[in-house]
């Protein structure tokens, strides 16, 4: 099996669309190219990646665990492509680097490490603490970066910020659910049963952004700060939830399987990035771990600075 670098990009891009026709206009590719990549993806790894629906398309079981290899696979091909064949041990130093909660536990634990290995002088210190107490801790100079969810950024006027990766927000629901066998599933079809709803890193408050310009609302029965429980609950059977591809796993923790959905809705993606002070001198170590992370997924040139 030849797995090529194209594949992958393809691959991840149609995941993130949801829908083929938009990958295309994203990759500057006509529609089958994309299409015919990733058709012979899914002949080299014998697994089907993708379901096809009149919506576009959704990601399997198999395709949501094969998403986040390829997410891994792309940072590795830009971290080797724009990073310079140089040594690193003379550089040195001290970064303060605020978390949120669900970007320590699924995103930065990986890249930390591969920092850690280029950058062995650079000491980087993890600090998990609300996304209000991280905006105010690198404005007032207690923190040098942050690496959180700025699809929660509040303030945009005096942070600048790059988004790493785009996460899609899809259904999970356990196997055999009733809402599986409907081709196109809809809010409105979420409303009619139990929800799980996740209460960390602002979960709860972000799902009105789409329930809410719908005239619905989830009919929950459990809240929780734990996604381990929101995994066991809805493999269990005890309700449906919408969450994340990044944080998804097809298995919970008693060994109960999770299927996942795309919706017929206008749900936002969960941004991941990168955010500092731009009027705050950053030190070497820092400006070398923000660099790190920047390239490594997106490579130059994508930056958002205050006005």
Same mark, same amino acid.
């Given at each position: 099996?030849?797995? *090529?670098?194209?594949?992958?990009?393809?691959?991840?891009?149609a995941?993130?669309?949801?829908?083929?026709?938009?990958? %295309?206009?994203?990759?500057?590719?006509?529609?089958?190219?994309?299409?015919?990549a990733?058709?012979?993806?899914?002949?080299?790894l014998?697994v089907?990646?993708? &379901?096809?629906?009149?919506?576009g398309?959704?990601?399997?079981?198999? +395709? =949501?665990?094969?998403?986040?290899h390829?997410?891994n $696979?792309? =940072?590795?091909?830009?971290? =080797?492509?724009?990073?310079?064949?140089?040594?690193?041990a003379?550089?040195?130093?001290?970064?303060?680097v +605020? @978390?949120?909660?669900?970007?320590? /536990?699924y995103?930065?634990?990986?890249?930390?490490?591969?920092?850690? &290995?280029?950058?062995p002088g650079?000491d980087?210190? !993890?600090?998990? !603490?609300?996304?209000?107490?991280?905006?105010?801790?690198?404005?007032?100079?207690?923190?040098d970066? %942050?690496?959180?969810?700025?699809?929660?950024l509040?303030?945009?006027?005096?942070?600048?910020?790059?988004?790493? $990766? &785009?996460?899609?927000?899809r259904?999970?629901?356990?196997?055999?659910?009733?809402?599986?066998?409907?081709?196109?599933?809809?809010?409105a079809?979420?409303?009619?049963v139990?929800? $799980?709803?996740?209460?960390?890193?602002?979960?709860?408050?972000?799902v009105?952004?789409? #329930?809410?310009?719908?005239?619905?609302?989830?009919?929950t029965?459990?809240?929780t700060?734990?996604?381990?429980? @929101?995994? *066991?609950l809805?493999?269990?059977?005890?309700?449906?939830?919408?969450?994340?591809?990044m944080?998804?796993?097809? #298995?919970?923790?008693?060994?109960q399987?999770?299927?996942t959905? /795309?919706?017929?809705a206008?749900?936002?993606t969960?941004?991941?990035?990168?955010?500092?002070d731009?009027?705050?001198?950053?030190?070497v170590?820092?400006?070398?771990?923000?660099?790190?992370? /920047? !390239?490594?997924f997106?490579?130059?040139?994508?930056?958002?600075?205050?006005?």
């Amino acid at each position: 099996m030849t797995l *090529s670098i194209k594949q992958v990009r393809y691959f991840i891009a149609a995941a993130d669309a949801g829908q083929i026709s938009i990958a %295309a206009i994203e990759l500057n590719v006509s529609q089958s190219a994309v299409t015919a990549a990733i058709q012979q993806l899914e002949a080299d790894l014998r697994v089907s990646l993708f &379901r096809r629906h009149p919506g576009g398309v959704s990601l399997t079981t198999e +395709g =949501a665990r094969f998403l986040l290899h390829a997410r891994n $696979i792309m =940072a590795a091909v830009n971290e =080797a492509v724009h990073t310079p064949l140089t040594d690193y041990a003379h550089l040195s130093g001290h970064v303060r680097v +605020g @978390v949120t909660y669900t970007v320590a /536990g699924y995103f930065l634990p990986r890249h930390h490490a591969r920092f850690t &290995r280029i950058y062995p002088g650079i000491d980087v210190e !993890l600090i998990e !603490l609300p996304r209000n107490a991280i905006e105010n801790g690198l404005l007032k100079g207690s923190l040098d970066l %942050a690496v959180l969810l700025v699809s929660n950024l509040q303030d945009r006027i005096h942070l600048a910020y790059e988004v790493l $990766i &785009r996460s899609r927000r899809r259904l999970w629901l356990p196997v055999e659910h009733p809402l599986l066998k409907v081709d196109s599933i809809t809010l409105a079809d979420v409303a009619t049963v139990p929800y $799980i709803m996740l209460t960390v890193d602002e979960a709860s408050s972000t799902v009105d952004r789409y #329930w809410k310009p719908a005239g619905l609302h989830p009919n929950t029965v459990f809240r929780t700060s734990s996604v381990e429980a @929101v995994r *066991s609950l809805v493999a269990a059977g005890l309700g449906v939830t919408v969450l994340s591809d990044m944080v998804y796993r097809p #298995w919970s923790l008693e060994g109960q399987r999770i299927e996942t959905r /795309g919706l017929v809705a206008d749900i936002p993606t969960m941004d991941v990035g990168v955010v500092w002070d731009p009027h705050a001198e950053q030190s070497v170590a820092a400006r070398t771990f923000r660099d790190f992370l /920047g !390239l490594t997924f997106n490579g130059p040139g994508h930056e958002h600075d205050v006005p």
